[in-house]
Protein backbone atom coordinates (compact mmCIF):
# COMPACT_ATOMS: atom_id res chain seq x y z
CA UNK A 1 0.00 0.00 0.00
CA UNK A 2 1.10 3.73 -0.80
CA UNK A 3 -0.22 6.47 1.99
CA UNK A 4 -0.43 10.30 1.29
CA UNK A 5 -0.33 13.10 3.20
CA UNK A 6 -0.90 16.94 1.22
CA UNK A 7 0.28 19.61 3.06
CA UNK A 8 0.74 23.62 2.15
CA UNK A 9 -2.80 24.90 0.72
CA UNK A 10 -4.29 27.82 1.92
CA UNK A 11 -5.74 31.45 1.35
CA UNK A 12 -4.04 33.72 -1.23
CA UNK A 13 -5.28 36.59 -3.67
CA UNK A 14 -4.77 36.44 -7.10
CA UNK A 15 -1.64 36.69 -8.71
CA UNK A 16 0.19 35.00 -5.55
CA UNK A 17 1.66 31.83 -5.04
CA UNK A 18 1.63 28.48 -2.79
CA UNK A 19 3.75 25.17 -2.82
CA UNK A 20 1.86 21.93 -1.70
CA UNK A 21 4.04 19.23 -0.72
CA UNK A 22 3.01 15.13 -0.72
CA UNK A 23 4.66 12.83 1.22
CA UNK A 24 4.51 9.38 0.44
CA UNK A 25 4.87 6.20 2.29
CA UNK A 26 4.57 2.37 2.49
CA UNK A 27 5.91 0.78 -1.17
CA UNK A 28 6.79 3.83 -2.94
CA UNK A 29 9.65 2.10 -4.75
CA UNK A 30 6.32 0.76 -6.68
CA UNK A 31 4.91 3.99 -7.57
CA UNK A 32 4.60 4.66 -11.34
CA UNK A 33 2.82 8.44 -11.54
CA UNK A 34 3.02 10.54 -8.82
CA UNK A 35 1.04 13.64 -9.09
CA UNK A 36 -1.75 16.32 -8.67
CA UNK A 37 -5.43 16.86 -9.18
CA UNK A 38 -8.37 18.79 -7.79
CA UNK A 39 -11.59 19.32 -7.76
CA UNK A 40 -13.70 22.16 -7.38
CA UNK A 41 -17.63 22.31 -5.74
CA UNK A 42 -19.78 20.69 -8.09
CA UNK A 43 -17.04 19.54 -11.04
CA UNK A 44 -14.97 16.46 -12.08
CA UNK A 45 -12.12 15.57 -10.29
CA UNK A 46 -9.24 16.93 -13.29
CA UNK A 47 -5.21 16.15 -13.75
CA UNK A 48 -3.01 19.10 -12.29
CA UNK A 49 0.17 17.95 -12.66
CA UNK A 50 2.30 14.33 -13.34
CA UNK A 51 5.11 13.01 -13.49
CA UNK A 52 6.29 9.46 -15.07
CA UNK A 53 8.65 7.31 -13.53
CA UNK A 54 10.80 8.24 -16.55
CA UNK A 55 10.48 11.68 -15.75
CA UNK A 56 8.14 12.93 -17.68
CA UNK A 57 5.89 15.42 -16.72
CA UNK A 58 2.48 16.26 -17.65
CA UNK A 59 0.38 19.47 -17.36
CA UNK A 60 -3.49 20.64 -17.55
CA UNK A 61 -3.84 23.83 -20.61
CA UNK A 62 -4.92 25.75 -18.09
CA UNK A 63 -1.84 25.93 -15.79
CA UNK A 64 0.65 25.58 -17.83
CA UNK A 65 3.87 27.74 -17.68
CA UNK A 66 2.01 28.89 -13.74
CA UNK A 67 2.64 25.51 -12.07
CA UNK A 68 5.65 23.37 -11.79
CA UNK A 69 5.78 19.70 -10.31
CA UNK A 70 8.64 18.85 -8.51
CA UNK A 71 9.99 15.56 -6.64
CA UNK A 72 13.13 14.60 -4.40
CA UNK A 73 15.61 11.56 -5.46
CA UNK A 74 14.10 9.28 -3.36
CA UNK A 75 10.24 9.57 -5.61
CA UNK A 76 8.75 9.68 -1.33
CA UNK A 77 8.06 13.24 -1.65
CA UNK A 78 6.64 15.48 -4.69
CA UNK A 79 5.84 19.21 -4.50
CA UNK A 80 3.52 21.76 -6.54
CA UNK A 81 5.02 25.18 -6.92
CA UNK A 82 1.79 26.96 -7.88
CA UNK A 83 2.44 31.22 -9.49
CA UNK A 84 0.44 33.67 -10.92
CA UNK A 85 -2.57 32.10 -8.79
CA UNK A 86 -6.22 32.66 -10.43
CA UNK A 87 -9.92 32.68 -9.06
CA UNK A 88 -10.45 29.64 -10.84
CA UNK A 89 -7.14 27.79 -9.47
CA UNK A 90 -9.94 27.66 -6.20
CA UNK A 91 -10.21 23.78 -5.95
CA UNK A 92 -9.36 20.53 -3.13
CA UNK A 93 -6.08 19.50 -4.19
CA UNK A 94 -4.93 15.82 -3.99
CA UNK A 95 -1.98 13.87 -4.47
CA UNK A 96 -1.96 11.07 -5.98
CA UNK A 97 0.15 7.99 -6.57
CA UNK A 98 -0.23 5.03 -9.29
CA UNK A 99 1.38 1.64 -8.12
CA UNK A 100 2.24 -1.68 -9.04
CA UNK A 101 1.27 -2.21 -5.53
CA UNK A 102 -1.57 -0.24 -5.02
CA UNK A 103 -3.37 1.23 -7.85
CA UNK A 104 -4.59 4.39 -7.42
CA UNK A 105 -3.95 6.04 -4.02
CA UNK A 106 -5.58 9.43 -2.76
CA UNK A 107 -4.15 12.39 0.08
CA UNK A 108 -7.04 13.37 1.61
CA UNK A 109 -6.97 16.62 0.16
CA UNK A 110 -5.67 20.23 1.05
CA UNK A 111 -7.72 23.10 -0.25
CA UNK A 112 -6.87 26.34 -2.23
CA UNK A 113 -8.59 29.24 -2.00
CA UNK A 114 -7.77 31.79 -4.42
CA UNK A 115 -9.68 35.12 -3.80
CA UNK A 116 -10.13 37.94 -6.91
Known amino acids: QVQLVESGGGLVTAGGSLRLSCAASGNVASIWYMGWYRQDTGKQRELVARFAIDGTKDYADAVRGRFAISRNAARNRWYLQMNSLKAEDTAVYYC??????????WGQGTQVTVSA
Open 96 to 105: NAVSKSAGDS
